[in-house]
């Protein structure tokens, strides 16, 4: 009984050895640029017979195109013919061959060398008829070339997808010049190199030699993107398009922005060194949090014989390209700095009637316009503007007495409704709003108030 037992369980391991040493299927996803030529055959496989040993042209005998294969599965935009192979039993690893072969000549079928695949796992290949080549992965694109503090050697970048992918490039501060090609796949094609960033390009050759100026630019980070375009066949120099664009921007007085559109940046700074007063002006091509400490943001409300009266802007943002005014708590560095915006190629107007408000992204000579300059509007020619300011225009500019800026605050006023049905407005002694009593001296329905 003993026996029995024992002689059950040594067959029941054997079992167990038998299956565990059985390989799993094999599956291979194949994208051809010619599917309905292109061929697919394979060794050592658990079938009656691999396709190579019966291919024979003068009796029709062929391996199988690409779309008789077991079925397909589309993978970001492109067609992936599937086969399953099963390995045999004996340890081996099948071996597949993907070829573009002349039916009239099987002997000159060009055949891409043999690749073993593993048992139990998928695989992806890209198979370039053009090239009689095909690779695992779709890109290797290397970046070359003069890179100065960027680097002093080429850069291979791959990715074993067939979407859109993007690289990440430090901009030194000058001149830089580099070449895009793609050395192992040349046959996917560069198509046209688009700059989407003022001023990057200075010159370029054939859409492959370029030259950035980063120095003029304001950007310290650029981003390259390499886009799939499925729809076009492989002759066509548009498979592959790249194109390049600034994505962190940094400006200040020195850098002048000229841009024919307007593109989107992951960060984007403006600096501006003390002037010594509390005044001025700011017209930045990007979305302006309304919340910066130490400084508020004005608009013009009305215009006397002798002041200018502006009121707070309202609201969370100061939308791009918007001429404004600005009074600093203290005279001292603006620092502005946003997130994630979109920078915009011209800036707007502002004002009131007659009076308008503009700006500028570059230096300007002006006549006629209304300036601020040591707290105080004043009117004059030949006026030099820089980047990143605003004036005022007026139908009749005159040379007379300067202007005092003035506050006015808003005529809209809110009020707080009491229990017994009154309400209360409380204003500091500047005539300010308030919207909750404090310690000290404050107007309260037209009274003066003091809270100890």
Known sequence: MAMKTFTSLFALLSCLSVYNAQAEDVTVYVYGSYPDSQRFYWYDADETNDPKPNWNASQGIYPPKFTELDGNIEKDGDIFYKKVLTPKNDGTNIKIIISDPRLDDPSQAKETPAIELNSGSEYYFYYFGD?????TSPVSLTIAGSFNDWSTTSTSFTRNSMINWTYDLD???GEVSFKLNLPNNTYLGIGTVSLNAPQGWINGNNNDN????TSTTGFTKYKLTATWNPS???SDNTRWSLKIEGVELNLNDNIELSSSNSYIVSSASYTRPSTGYHWGTLCLPFNITNSYNGVTF???????????KFTPIEGTNIAAGTPVAFKLDEPGELNIAESNVTVVADPTTAGISNWTMKGTFQRKT???IYYVYNDKYYCGNNITVKPYRGWFETPAPTNGAPFRIEIEEEQSLQ??????????????????????????????????????
């Open 131 to 135: 090239d009689k080549s095909y690779t």
């Open 298 to 308: 004005y608009q013009l409300n009305s215009v006397t014989e002798t002041s200018m």
């Open 366 to 368: 002006l006549d006629g």
């Open 171 to 173: 901009a030194p501060n």
């Open 232 to 234: 076009s066949n492989f």
């Open 210 to 213: 370029f030259v950035l100026n």
């Open 415 to 452: 009020f707080v409704e009491q229990e017994d049905g009154t309400v209360v407005a409380t204003f500091d002694l500047q005539g300010r709003k308030l919207n909750n009593t404090q310690k000290g001296l404050f107007i309260e329905n037209g009274k003066i108030i003091m809270i100890k």
